[in-house]
């Protein structure tokens, strides 16, 4: 066969092996050009959100409720001791079901509460198998070695209300599932005390306050009443004082706010809350509440004897009551969490929420030594999804009254997650080498 005749069979054939290498070769350099670059993104992915505040917006959004909504895009600001933005937004996610449930129980916690003991009560379990689960990143189980760790020779004080006290009571039944501790000092109220753990020389206090600033009941005709006076510019010297030579200091509040309060400055009333007399002017919760916290952060800030002291602020958690509220036959008994959809974008725990940002942010964009450190243990949008984890009328019947209690939360149950944040916050900054 002549030359000419091959040329012309074999040539298209040529050119389509030619063209078909090139093809797969460009498809190879672009997968792996592709693969490289998402692990790229994995591995720059921090575990646990620590906002730098600095960084956050503190105007409102556009809203005509001026609260911030359920689907609200903005980042949590956690601690961020050394102002490196991070990326994972831990207050951002769902509940999913869980197969373990705490390490601890009511049988294993020798400092457990029975006025949380949901279960010896009556409760049905189901709300204990849930875990927090952030939409970018995981918050590890609470090891107490590892909190230990980092504690280690170091004062904890938690400052706040009854839910303060929730707070610490379970991370004591979680820290005790590695060391038992001993109960170092009580006063009168009951309402202050501390813990030592020897092994660990780890100090573990609480402070009661439910305003931060100074407040006492308003005396009518000769009786103290349910409504308070508070001095919205006096630091309240119950946890002031006793401030100094802690290392980590927890706060938290804002449901006292609520009830009737007379509001005082520069020692002159200014207003009121729920008041509804004539000649003063009622404001909102919210105002006072940013006042009372800016007061309480401005305090810390320039506290001379608070040197390195990591301040905490946990946002704010709203009840769960349906039909009714502490005192008009309000109940909560859903078996589940809820759905996103089942919040009102109103929830008055949003505005709550944003000035806690805000006066978080305030006071860090005020504290330019770094001698003090500022963060944020956001819980507002995962709590505000557990309904379900109250005891309602599952606590202490000596004490109940018909009283179903919506605002506080059953042990073991979704407020150790607050504990898990914690101890994620301070692996990642303060973990010894």
Not at 51 to 67: E, H, I, K, R
Not at 92 to 105: H, L
Not at 148 to 175: E, H, P, T, Y
Not at 413 to 425: H, K, N, R
């Amino acid at each position: 066969m002549e030359w000419s005749v091959i040329q012309k069979k074999v040539g298209p054939l040529l050119w389509l092996l030619v063209i078909s290498t090139i093809l797969v070769l460009f498809i190879m350099h672009s997968s792996s050009t592709f693969s490289i670059s998402i692990k790229a993104v994995l591995t720059q992915t921090p575990l646990v959100t620590t906002s730098d505040v600095s960084n956050q917006s503190t105007s409102l959004p556009a809203n005509t409720s001026g609260v911030t909504p359920v689907h609200d895009t903005s980042s949590s600001p956690q601690l961020s001791a050394d102002g490196i933005e991070e990326q994972c937004d831990t207050s951002k996610g769902k509940w999913v079901k869980e197969p373990r449930a705490s390490i601890y129980t009511n049988l294993t916690c020798p400092t457990y509460p029975d006025i949380n003991n949901c279960g010896k009560y009556g409760k049905d379990q189901r709300y204990l198998y849930w875990r927090w689960q952030p939409d970018s990143c995981d918050i590890p189980r609470f090891e107490p070695a590892t909190f230990f760790d980092i504690v280690r020779g170091k004062k904890m004080a938690f400052i706040g209300d009854s839910l303060a006290r929730n707070q610490i009571d379970s991370l004591l039944c979680l820290l005790s599932q590695a060391e038992t501790p001993r109960e170092a000092s009580r006063d009168s109220s009951g309402k202050c005390l501390t813990w030592y753990f020897p092994l660990h020389d780890f100090t573990l206090m609480v402070m009661w306050t439910e305003y931060f600033v100074e407040a006492r009941p308003r005396i009518i005709n000769g009786t103290a009443s349910n409504s308070f006076e508070i001095h919205l510019d006096k630091v309240s010297t119950s946890w002031a004082e006793k401030l100094p030579g802690v290392d980590y200091a927890v706060l938290s509040g804002g449901n006292w706010f609520f009830r009737g309060i007379h509001l005082y400055e520069e020692g002159k009333i200014v207003g009121c809350v729920n008041c509804r007399e004539q000649n003063l002017t009622e404001f909102g919760a919210a105002v006072a509440i940013r006042r009372a916290l800016r007061t309480a952060l401005q305090f810390i800030s320039s506290c001379k004897d608070c040197q390195g002291l990591v301040t905490f602020l946990r946002t704010f958690t709203s009840s769960h009551f349906e039909n009714g509220s502490w005192l008009t036959g309000g109940y909560c008994n859903r078996t589940q969490p809820l759905d996103e959809t089942q919040i009102p974008p109103d929830d008055i725990a949003w505005e709550v929420r944003k000035i806690q940002l805000e006066e978080i942010a305030r006071v860090r964009q005020q504290e330019s030594g770094g001698k003090m450190r500022f963060g944020v243990l956001d819980v507002t949008r995962a709590m505000m999804l557990r309904a379900d984890a109250h005891p309602g009328d599952h606590w202490t019947k000596k004490s109940k009254a018909s009283v179903n209690d919506c605002l506080h939360w059953c042990l073991p149950g979704p407020v150790d997650m607050w504990s898990d944040l914690l101890l994620a916050i301070l692996e990642k900054k303060f973990l010894p080498s």
